[in-house]
Each structure stands twice: as structure tokens, then as C-alpha cells.
């Protein structure tokens, strides 16, 4: 259901609900999640596209001479107590470092394409399985599925372990535009006092003072509560990949 949708008795039930948060919890957060509604996902995805399949990894030769020095130059230095370091220590230090920082990023971005391929395998899977489709099954912000539900992760078994690959949803994220507040001011959508008792000079959103306003100021509370409305957006429900012990 878009906004345009949405009912008036739906729209005054959660300005209700926005009004018992704001005196409950006295957060921009908690009176955001009150009145952005549930997430609904796009109809259409068939121009969603899939993250790319990660490319060949190219290790450069500074890259590969690191590679062979680390089993020399790792952990050599280890003192058991607190005290200074000779300069052979010293040395020893940052031949490790200077070793740790040219396989660092690489292991890192590896790690990442490892993932990639995981979540392109359940994406496959699922499809195989009639489970996913890839013109109606709703995808996080990389592009691939959200299947998982709050609880219930999706699961790879790793061969010859206890452990699995876990895929376990993760919630929305709530977003705020609070470019919107000006031109409802300039559209007359809001008035100017209400405009000034949500932002500061000059004329930037402020939580503290748009929280107070609710609190305070009741002539101004629709207007505020529509205001927050208009400039939250809805966040698109994600998913994290683990390894995790089979149960």
C-alpha cells in the first residue's frame, strides 16, 4: 500500500501512536518507526539487478614477496613482560606490519568475494527450490534475496563440519530527508511557526527541538507529525551471512 493509499483512519492511528511514543520514549527514532508503517516491498523487480559475480583475484608481486615473508616475520616479537624493545624488535615490528599491511586488505576484499559467491549460491538455490523468483521475490540493498525471516535463517550445510552458512534477516533501517521540511514550508503544507520550532538557525532539522514541539507545543502536533511523516523513509529489510553450528 503506497502513502497515497493510506487510509485517513490508518494515518490518525499512528499519529495517535507517534503522540503516546513521544511522551513514552521522547525519541525522533521511536516516533519515526510509529509512523512509517510496515515495509512494503516492490511489486516489480525484474530491472533489480544482481551483484556481480566477483572477479579473478590478481596478486601483485609486492602482494606475493608478503605472502612468502609472513611465516618468517609473524609474531616474532613477543615480549612477556612490559618493557622497552631493542632495535632488532623494533625492526622485527615493522617487517611484520609492513608485511600485515600488504595482505590485509586483500584477505579482507577475498573474504567479501567468498561471502559474494555464498549468498549467489542460496540466491540459485532458492530459485531451484521454487522458493525465489527474480522478478517478484524481494532483494536487500546488494540486490540479493530476502528469504530469511525474523528467526527462521536460511541454511548451507558446510560438508564434512558442524557448522553451516546462516543467512538471518536484518530489520530495516529507517532513513530521514528533512530536505522536505522547506518546501512543505514553501508549498504551505506546514506553517512557519511550525517550520522554525523543527529546525535551528540556520534553518537545519533538530530532533531536540521538533521532540519538544510535540511535547509542548499542541496547536503544532499534526502538522509536526506530518512533517515526520513526509521526510521518513522506509528502510528495506537486509540480511547477514554467518557460519554457525548446526543445530
Known amino acids: 500500500m503506497t502513502e497515497q493509499q493510506t487510509t485517513s483512519t490508518e494515518i490518525q492511528a499512528r499519529f495517535e501512536q507517534a503522540l503516546i511514543v513521544v511522551k513514552e520514549q521522547g525519541s525522533l ?136 552458512y546462516s543467512r538471518e534477516y536484518r530489520a530495516p533501517k529507517i532513513g530521514t530527508d528533512t530536505s522536505v521540511l522547506a518546501d512543505m514550508e514553501a508549498a504551505g503544507e506546514i506553517s512557519r511557526e511550525t517550520y522554525l520550532a523543527m529546525t535551528r538557525e540556520v534553518r537545519v532539522f533538530d530532533d531536540t527541538k521538533t521532540i519538544a514541539a510535540l511535547a509542548n507545543k499542541p496547536t503544532l502536533r499534526g502538522e509536526i507529525l506530518t512533517a515526520i511523516q513526509r521526510m521518513t523513509k522506509p528502510g528495506k529489510p537486509g540480511t547477514s551471512l554467518f557460519t554457525r553450528k548446526r543445530k
Not at 136 to 150: L, M
Open 29 to 164: 527514532d521511536a516516533v519515526q518507526k510509529a509512523l512509517v508503517g510496515p515495509y512494503v516491498p516492490p511489486q516489480d523487480l525484474s530491472e533489480v539487478s544482481f551483484p556481480p559475480v566477483p572477479g579473478e583475484v590478481v596478486l601483485t608481486d609486492d602482494v606475493k614477496k608478503a605472502l612468502r615473508r609472513l611465516p618468517e616475520v609473524f609474531a616474532t616479537v613477543q615480549p612477556t613482560e612490559r618493557r622497552a624493545l631493542t632495535e632488532e624488535e623494533i625492526k622485527a615490528v615493522e617487517d611484520e606490519r609492513d608485511a600485515l599491511r600488504k595482505i590485509a586488505s586483500l584477505l579482507t576484499s577475498r573474504d567479501e568475494d567468498l561471502k559474494t559467491l555464498i549468498r549467489h549460491h542460496m540466491d540459485v538455490s532458492a530459485e531451484q527450490a521454487g522458493k525465489a523468483d527474480p522478478e517478484t521475490t524481494d532483494r536487500d540493498a546488494h540486490g540479493h534475496y530476502v528469504i530469511a525471516g525474523p528467526g527462521n535463517p536460511e541454511r548451507v550445510p558446510i560438508p564434512g563440519t558442524n557448522l553451516d
